[in-house]
């Protein structure tokens, strides 16, 4: 098939780079002009674990472009993956989604054969039938069902580790109101093995907010659990073993710490706290994940102060500071309230990361840059706040290190104290 993809970031360039690795041929659309010259070169303009390997080997499948109005006309259907930011106010910005939604029904205008188009951004339900549709209605000044498709295909996979998820999912939810559209869909998929479910627009739309919340919410519990634990000397990590075992509860994402963060669970949440309100309904399940979510990073900074109750020009090192593992975002990054707290007691701050210090010194210029990770462990205590495979070869030996995320090597340090254990 011809596919077409609007946004080249973390999900419409792994999603098309995956279709192309299953023999589509992919036209990546974008705004921004470096990144479709950086592909064309081969390039991946993020960075994603296996991505610039699996790009070489899908290079005759895949071209990038900025022009939308000919990659709508040499494709079948097109993917939205634009951005779906917070506004101040937490709810949902859906600026790109409506300008990229204008500017395919521009070009479907001029099209004369029918054409599906496929959000896959992340949208509050209702988006696809109430946003997205009347837009495409307006501009085309054509109908839906007899010109071109519609369905909502939300999208799973996790930053780090994006290209195994896409590969290899859990399960496929294509929301459509037409057999036509769910039918090429399931086309699309039908070399992936795993569960394929048919919904309606919105309950496709729904499933990607709950999921995302519910998993969020995980983190928060285990997270409260743990500082319980805390306080009785219990090890958080054996009770959430214990409580995984049971099929009901399962074991992922119960690994207490410093909390979630990311350019999605946070916008996730809030947006639908902020929709909820719109709807006349509140909250308070995901209210207090988020407060929970909030407090939890302070938990490190109250620890070390329990060690070193006067942190003015003392010298803390932070090891990681991308919001998780093989990944350079920093988005919502649990370290950020860490650094505000820790530039606010005037502390000396060196930090160390694999991938994320030229993003983190975009926001914060005036730390301490180390240009390795042993660098920052000649510091008076050492908060190791992002779980790298790489720190493992360290030697903690001579470190006062507190723990944010249950790192197996830092448990060795001179002094070691973990937030939840
Ligand atoms: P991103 O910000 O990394 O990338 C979005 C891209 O869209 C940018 O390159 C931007 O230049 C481009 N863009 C914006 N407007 C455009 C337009 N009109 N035409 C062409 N290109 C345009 O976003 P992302 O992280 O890939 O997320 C995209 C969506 O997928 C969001 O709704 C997000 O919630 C969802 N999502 C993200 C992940 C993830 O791990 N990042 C996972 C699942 C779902
Ligand atoms: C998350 C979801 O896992 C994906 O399914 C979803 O597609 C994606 O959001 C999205 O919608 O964008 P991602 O943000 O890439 O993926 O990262 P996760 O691996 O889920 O981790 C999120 C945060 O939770 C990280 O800060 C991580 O350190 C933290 N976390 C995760 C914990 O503190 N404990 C855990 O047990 C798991």
């Avoid at 790009?55 to 499948?61: C, N, T």
């Avoid at 521009?106 to 109430?130: F, Q, Y």
């Avoid at 606010?344 to 005036?366: G, H, R, W």
Wanted: glycine share 6%; net charge negative.
């Amino acid at each position: 098939m011809n596919i077409s993809i609007i946004g080249t970031g973390y999900v419409g360039l792994v999603t098309g780079v995956c279709l192309a690795h299953h023999g589509h041929h992919v036209t990546c659309v974008d705004v921004d002009e470096t990144k479709v010259d950086a592909l064309n070169k081969g390039r991946a303009p993020i960075y994603e674990e296996g991505l610039d390997t699996l790009l070489q080997k899908v290079k005759d499948h895949l071209t990038a472009t900025t022009d939308i109005y000919q990659a709508i006309q040499e494709t079948d259907l097109t993917f939205i993956c634009v951005g779906t930011p917070s506004q101040n106010d937490g709810s949902i910005d859906l600026t790109y989604v409506q300008q990229a939604t204008i500017d395919i029904a521009k070009a479907l205008k001029h099209k004369n054969t029918w054409h599906l188009v496929i959000v896959k951004s992340t949208v509050i339900p209702g988006t696809t039938e109430n946003e997205v549709l009347p837009l495409l209605e307006q501009y085309t000044e054509k109908k839906k069902g007899s010109d071109f498709g519609l369905a909502m295909n939300p999208e799973f996979l996790r930053e780090g580790v994006a290209i195994n998820d896409f590969l290899h999912p859990d399960r496929i939810v294509i929301g459509t109101s037409d057999t036509k559209s769910a039918s090429l869909l399931k086309k699309i998929y039908s070399s992936f093995s795993c569960p394929i479910i048919e919904t309606s627009l919105s309950a496709a739309e729904m499933i990607k907010y709950a999921s995302n919340a519910f998993l969020a919410t995980k983190i928060s519990f285990i997270n409260e659990i743990g500082n319980l634990c805390k306080q009785l000397t219990i090890d958080t990590y054996e009770v959430a073993d214990g409580m995984g075992l049971d099929k009901r509860i399962e074991r992922s994402f119960l690994n207490a710490g410093i909390g979630w963060g990311g350019s999605c669970f946070p916008k996730d949440v809030h947006a639908l706290i902020a929709q909820a309100k719109q709807w006349n309904e509140t909250t308070p399940v995901l209210d207090a994940a988020v407060k929970r979510n909030e407090l939890q990073p302070l938990k490190m900074v109250a620890l070390l102060k329990k060690h070193i109750p006067n942190l003015k020009g003392k010298t803390i090192g932070i090891l990681g500071l991308a919001f998780k593992p093989n990944t350079d975002d920093i988005r919502e990054s649990r370290v950020i309230p860490i650094v505000e707290q820790l530039i606010k007691e005037k502390a000396t701050i060196k930090v160390f990361d694999p991938k994320a210090m030229s993003n983190f010194q975009q926001l914060y210029p005036l730390l301490i840059y180390c240009s390795t990770a042993k660098e920052v462990l000649e510091s008076d205590a050492v908060l190791l706040t992002t779980a790298w495979s790489e720190f493992s070869n360290l030697d903690f030996s001579q470190s006062f290190v507190i723990d944010g995320r249950r790192f197996p090597a830092a448990s060795k340090a001179k002094q070691y104290e973990g937030v939840c254990w």
